[in-house]
């Protein structure tokens, strides 16, 4: 059932976590942004995906990883196939082992967002073809892959840099956190108690910090994490599947706010990111998401790369 290779030749895997990259894989992909994506906005034709089908199985919403993906795969040459999950057979119980496996017989490549993590894991274990996580309950990889890449392109460095996450310690908080720290920036995530980091993530992201000599750290106060940080990062107090905690969760998070007052905190050419989508008035204000130091709408165009290099990075 294994299929090494998709392009005849090369390697390809899957990428389910940051984790399933090197710290050179990681670089060798920022430094390829640079050049994919001038040729992307010059709409050249490039034909990394030639005769590659990529299927897009969404059990959640998207505007930017769906869309972005999709773009991406078109631009590179191949074809995309968007799967709603509940138009599949899965919405009536077919269970995803099935499913993977008579996907994977017809796709080359599946871009899966899904509620449990667990649900990726069986679909690159069944399908015999890479799979890309477009976010789980657990991680986000490919949002960190264009946030890293737009860090470096704000700030010119990456490595050295201290990037605060003030919020949920959420998929797109455990991804920075093993991203930021395998590129060698410092990472402080600031969480109330019972919304921190997934330990494991966190383990693994201190051991990255090691290697690379930088430093990871949780702490309770978000003003403490927000001083001197070149990088002011937040994103939803609820994330997809968690709207039945709306109210507990607004009362944990209160005084998480990134807001004129905390981006004072923040070295003074910080830059602030959110993944988005922003609940102006919550997680952030609008004076500071529309303000001078915001690159979010960078960011949020830098997706597009960072699904094209994630793409040409699983194909092998
Ligand atoms: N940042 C992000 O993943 O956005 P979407 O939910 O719109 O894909
Ligand atoms: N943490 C958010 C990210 C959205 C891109 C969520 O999972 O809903």
Redesign the pocket.
């Known amino acids: 059932m294994s299929r090494t290779s998709v392009k005849a030749g090369k390697k390809a895997r899957s990428l389910l976590s940051v984790s399933d990259l090197s710290a050179q894989d990681l670089a060798g992909m920022l430094d390829r942004m640079k050049s994919l994506k001038p040729a992307i906005k010059r709409r050249d034709t490039l034909s990394d995906l030639r005769g590659i089908v990529v299927g897009m199985l969404f059990e ?9 993906f999709e773009v991406a795969t078109v631009r590179l040459g191949g074809f995309p196939v968007y799967l709603a999950s509940e138009e599949l057979q899965t919405s009536r119980g077919e269970p995803i082992k099935d499913t993977a496996r008579i996907l994977g017989s017809y796709l080359d490549v599946i871009v899966g ?1 899904v509620y449990s993590h667990e649900t990726l894991t069986a679909m690159a274990a069944f399908s015999g073809v890479p799979v890309l996580n ?2 789980s309950d657990l991680e ?1 990889p490919t ?1 960190v892959i264009s946030d890293l890449f737009t860090i470096s392109e704000t700030k010119g460095r990456l490595k050295g840099m201290t990037l605060a996450f003030i919020g949920d310690g959420d998929n ?1 908080c455990n991804s920075l956190l093993l991203g930021a720290s395998l590129v060698g920036m410092n990472v402080v995530a600031a969480c109330p108690s019972g919304y921190t980091p997934n330990p494991d993530v966190l383990r693994r992201a201190e051991e990255n910090a090691k290697r690379s000599g930088s430093t990871v750290r949780v702490v309770d106060d978000p003003k403490e994490a927000a001083v001197d940080s070149d990088v002011l990062y937040t994103d939803v107090w609820v994330s ?1 599947g968690e709207e039945k905690e709306a109210s507990r969760r607004m009362r944990a998070f209160r005084g998480f706010q990134i807001n004129s007052e905390m981006l004072k905190l923040a070295s003074k050419d910080a830059v602030v990111m959110h ?3 922003a609940h102006r008035g919550l997680e952030i204000t609008d004076d500071v998401i529309e303000g001078k130091q915001s690159v979010v709408w960078r960011q ?1 165009e830098n ?1 597009l790369y960072g699904a094209a290099v994630a793409l040409d990075f699983v194909t092998g």
Do not use: E, F, I, Y
């Not at 959640?60 to 972005?68: A, G, I, L, Q, Y």
């Open positions: 959640k919403p998207s505007t930017r990883t769906r869309t972005s967002r477009g976010l986000h949002q797109v997809m993944c988005l989508p949020a997706k």
